[in-house]
């Protein structure tokens, strides 16, 4: 059963050696914003940017700045390090001003034969929606063009049906994790989602599918103590403190990330009369993202899943110098107070260096906040 498990994983850690074997293009993308299922609508493999590979380099620094998140910048220096040369090019989406900035300075020292900054409304208003839509009939457009293919309603909606099969496998997998049915723990879902996104869904789903149906019929054990800890916050890939928080004897059931629960929320309706207009409301419609206008909705939506999966803290974790998290947590802290859920801020980077200073606080703070 762990080497199922393990046969998932790997196609996230080996991508750099499967996606080239791939014989179909490849976009990277940088945002769960970015519709996935246009690409392979397209007959592309879309993988996403994780920074994972390299640390931030003097000359990313240099070309953008020491102020700007280290995801920000872990990406571009593996974008100057050459560690997608296979790939075509990269679909960007305005989702912060630093992910503009790397649209821009990746094109000039990066390169690519294809580029497409797609724009993301603010808000959730009903202009919003129609004006989100035109923006994927813009790619859509640009990728018929540059590929010389015809993306049709059927193409889209195969396309919708395959992701929202990964999107069911990872509500899954997160669901019998939570049970005690699944053996994995935060990190090895986070891996899961990375695997989903890494460019070969279909053997994803087949793969994925495989591991969970050997645990059909096993019964949940007794439910678990310890404390339930949601974690919130921007782009998060950190096993050293997942590793920290799990050693305290709490337990992660919710990663309110990118990484995580809001990759694989809801589903887009697979019966729609206008596939395009569906994509475009499941995307713009989940409102997950600090960098929405709408904190009431955000805040709104932490407090559902603080109730639903009876959470009893909540870690906020946010990348340093990402401004629209750490803009977004004094409100979210405040809406938690009112229900009396303790949180604490965690400011991480990329790649972390002061893991024992986090250690200290994190164990701190469930030893005195949480009875």
């Known amino acids: 059963m762990t080497q199922l498990f393990d046969s998932v994983y790997d196609l996230h850690r080996s991508r750099l050696e499967l ?6 293009p490849k976009l990277g993308f940088s945002s769960i914003y970015m519709p996935e299922e246009l690409l392979y609508a397209a007959g592309i493999a879309p993988f996403r940017l994780t920074g994972e590979t390299r640390t931030v380099s003097s000359e990313a620094s240099s070309i953008l ?7 920000i ?4 220096s593996e974008g100057l390090d050459e560690v997608y040369s296979f790939a075509d090019g990269h679909v960007f989406l305005d ?42 009939k813009r790619l859509l457009g640009d990728l018929e063009e540059h590929y010389g293919v015809t993306i049709d309603e059927e193409a889209l909606r195969g396309a919708i049906r395959l992701c929202n099969e990964s999107r069911r496998l990872l509500r899954t997998a997160s669901r019998m994790r939570n049970e005690g049915i699944l053996p994995i723990q935060s990190m090895q879902l986070l891996e899961l989602v990375k695997a989903g996104s890494a460019g070969m869904k279909e053997e994803f789903n087949r793969r994925l599918s495989a591991a969970l149906r050997e645990y059909e019929g096993v019964e949940a054990p007794a439910s678990p103590n310890g404390c339930k800890v949601l974690i919130s916050g921007s782009y998060f890939d950190n096993p050293s403190i997942l590793e920290v928080i799990e050693r305290t004897g709490a337990r992660i059931v919710c990663e309110d990330l990118s990484t995580g629960f809001n990759y694989f929320a809801g589903e887009i309706n697979e ?5 395009l207009s569906a994509i475009a409301d499941y995307y713009l419609g ?9 904190a009431d909705r955000r805040a709104a939506h932490i407090r559902d899943l603080v109730e639903e999966h009876e959470i009893d803290a909540v870690l906020y974790v946010s990348l340093k110098f990402c401004d629209t998290n750490l803009m977004d947590y004094p409100y979210i802290r405040h809406s938690l107070a009112q229900q009396g859920i303790p949180v604490l801020f965690i400011e991480s980077e990329q790649h972390m260096t002061n893991i024992q200073s986090i250690r200290t606080r994190i164990q701190t703070f469930f030893e005195t906040r949480i009875s």
Not at 19 to 24: A, C, G, Y
Not at 65 to 71: A, E, I, L, M
Not at 109 to 132: M, N, R
């Open 65 to 71: 700045s020491n102020n700007f998140c280290s995801y």
């Open 286 to 294: 989940k409102a997950v993202s600090a960098r929405m206008i709408d």
């Open 19 to 24: 996606l080239p074997q791939l014989d179909r």
């Open 73 to 76: 910048l872990s990406c571009f």
């Open 95 to 136: 989702t912060c001003d630093m992910r503009k900035r790397l649209y821009e300075v990746w094109q000039k020292h990066v390169g690519g034969q294809f580029y497409h900054l797609l724009e993301l409304p603010k808000d959730t208003k009903p202009a919003s929606f129609s004006y989100y839509r035109f923006q994927l």
């Open 271 to 275: 019966d729609a009369e206008d596939p």
